[in-house]
């Protein structure tokens, strides 16, 4: 049966002479493809079956194991993300992460989430920021959202004085012991990060160290919560 469908490749594997099996990431989950000769210079399947390229994808669809790709056209291969080293390596790694929050939760929102963040990064928005959001709003469908409400060990929503990583959210005055102390601006921004819709993000002006403070933190929460282990995550400490 043919099939329409729209998305990113996230994966694409040589098969044998001439041909990939690439896995495109949609809103309707992962839909592993063979791409027959894709790989000759001259195939229109050519350019569609690269990784990372967002298109449209006319396939002959299987339920039970591979479909083929019949045909396909490029939507956007987000040149000025290719021409930047850092903003590509945030694409890699948010690529890499999504393909395993799909492996817990399979909802068309993570796709949503995803596709727009790397669009306002193409269009030049700071890449670790439009990072750290589709961070914060994928906690929620790894089932480890942030309590960013009230304090997480006694539920007040008063006189919060920090946030922990590893306690897992706000920390009020009564509760608080040794923790690192997060201030009033990194609060409100993380807060921020997750309440905001990425489509209306027009410009970004945040303070460098709290752009840097809400990074760590969310590194140390992942580590803590999620059990997610990317290699393309530990290449981004080297930038």
């Known amino acids: 049966m043919l099939k329409t469908i729209r998305g990113v490749v996230i ?11 690439i ?21 229109p399947l050519r350019l569609i079956s690269n990784k990372l390229t967002y298109g449209e994808y006319i396939i002959y ?10 045909e396909g056209s490029v939507i956007d291969d987000f040149k000025n993300i290719q ?24 909802n068309k929102n993570i796709f949503n989430l995803y596709l ?34 009230a ?7 008063k006189n919060i004085l920090t946030i922990d990583p590893d306690a897992g959210g706000y920390i ?18 993380l807060r921020m990060y997750y309440l905001v819709d990425i489509d209306s993000i027009k410009e970004l002006k945040i ?11 969310l590194s140390i929460y992942y580590d803590r919560y999620t059990g997610l282990y990317l290699k393309s995550k530990s290449f981004l400490s080297e930038l």
């Open 11 to 21: 994966s694409a594997t040589n098969y044998q002479e001439s041909s990939k099996i």
């Open 23 to 43: 896995n495109v990431l949609t809103e309707d989950g992962i839909y592993g493809i063979l791409s027959k000769g894709c790989r000759n210079v001259k195939s």
């Open 61 to 70: 669809e299987k339920t039970d194991g591979l479909s083929t790709l019949k």
């Open 83 to 106: 021409k930047d080293i850092k903003a590509m390596s945030y694409y890699i790694y948010m690529t890499d992460l999504v393909n395993q929050v799909y492996k817990h939760e399979n």
């Open 116 to 149: 727009n963040a790397v669009k306002k990064i193409d269009e030049g928005l700071d890449s670790k920021v439009m990072c750290n959001i589709l961070e914060i709003k994928l906690l929620d469908y790894l089932g480890v959202p942030i309590e960013l409400n």
């Open 151 to 157: 304090c997480c060990k006694c539920g007040s929503t």
């Open 172 to 189: 009020c005055e009564g509760c608080y012991t040794d923790e690192i102390i997060y201030d009033a601006k990194v609060r409100k921004m």
């Open 207 to 217: 303070n460098d160290y709290v752009v840097e403070a809400i990074d760590r933190f």
